[in-house]
Nanobody, 129 residues
């Protein structure tokens, strides 16, 4: 079973930066697409960013220009660099792996929670005003 280990969450002031990382077992990493979602209390998880197995990124409009997703296939790590953080970014952040390993997947697929079948435990990000 694939295990995802997230790290990097914490408390930061508005305007600051955090870097989230998600480590996976190597044989379960390279062939897949990866995403980050976040969840506010009482609400469904929402899409934040994704990266395809070929390295193409996709972002939610709310984070575009502030967040950067990347993947290190050698280390089996997917990261989310978050800059210019706002109090509205306060949430639990989850990394996830898609079901499909196809080279091409549409943006609608990457943005759907149902496209992912393996999830991390979540890491809290709190941005103070």
């Amino acid at each position: 079973q694939v295990r995802l280990v997230e790290s990097g969450g914490g408390l930061v002031q508005a305007g600051g930066s955090l870097r989230l990382s998600c480590a996976a077992s190597r044989r379960a990493f390279t062939d897949y697409n990866w995403g980050w979602f976040r969840q506010y209390p009482g609400l469904e998880r929402e899409f934040v960013a994704a990266i395809t197995r070929t390295g193409a990124p996709d972002y939610a409009d709310s984070v575009k220009g502030r967040f950067t997703i990347s993947r290190d296939n050698a280390e089996s790590i997917v990261s989310l660099q978050m800059n210019s953080l706002k109090p509205d970014d306060t949430a639990v952040y989850y990394c996830a792996r898609t079901r499909r390993t196809a080279y091409y997947v549409p943006s609608t697929y990457l943005r759907a929670q149902s496209s992912y079948d393996t999830w991390g435990q979540g890491t809290q990000v709190t941005v103070s005003s």
